[in-house]
């Protein structure tokens, strides 16, 4: 009976363990062999450069980078935790973003060209999330698709079921 009860705790903890997403950063997502892309705008983290960028919004929609980047294949099927700024796509009658783009930097889709499409998640979320500052980060979790899609702002290399949408904080 110990033993009965010994493998039934091991499974549990197994199964907890394997559901535990696996934190990447973007630079992850590019294969090591792939070659650099040079940023056609320095992306903004720094939010004084903020009114340039907006002034920048009446231009001419910028071309994405580079709309077929190469992927990295072992993440297909992931369980992924990834922090990114949302780009909504849809909205709910409810005011909730159900499908966004997620990409590593404010205002990329919208202010600065896109980034190349192995930088841009396309995420559904059954849910969704109330945004309410696009220049708020997000943590996503949720298993990750190697599967490209497009969208009227971007091509994206990977998709994402969100399991879990939150505030991205910083820690000390």
Not at 43 to 57: G, R, W
Not at 68 to 84: C, R, T
Not at 145 to 161: C, R
Request: hydrophobic share 45%; glycine share 4%; aromatic share 8%.
């Amino acid at each position: 009976m110990k033993g009965v009860w010994l493998a039934m705790l091991f499974l549990v903890n197994a199964q907890a363990f394997a559901a535990e997403p696996r934190e990447i950063k973007w630079e992850q997502m590019i294969p090591p062999d792939a070659p650099a892309i040079k940023p056609q705008l320095a992306p903004i983290h720094d939010m004084s450069q903020l009114s340039d960028a907006l002034a920048a919004e009446s231009a001419p929609a910028a071309r994405q980078q580079s709309p077929a980047a190469p992927v990295v294949k072992a993440l297909d099927g992931q369980q992924i935790k990834l922090p990114g700024y949302i780009v909504p796509l849809e909205v709910s009658d409810e005011g909730r973003t159900t499908e966004f783009l997620l990409v590593p930097y404010y205002g990329a889709c919208i202010h600065v060209p896109p980034p190349p499409s192995n930088q841009v998640v396309h995420v559904f979320s059954e849910i969704g999330i109330k945004i309410e500052e696009l220049y708020q980060p997000y943590w996503i979790e949720g298993p990750m698709q190697v599967k490209a899609s497009s969208s009227e702002l971007a091509d994206a290399g990977y998709q994402m079921e969100a399991e879990k949408i939150y505030a991205y904080e910083l820690t000390q």
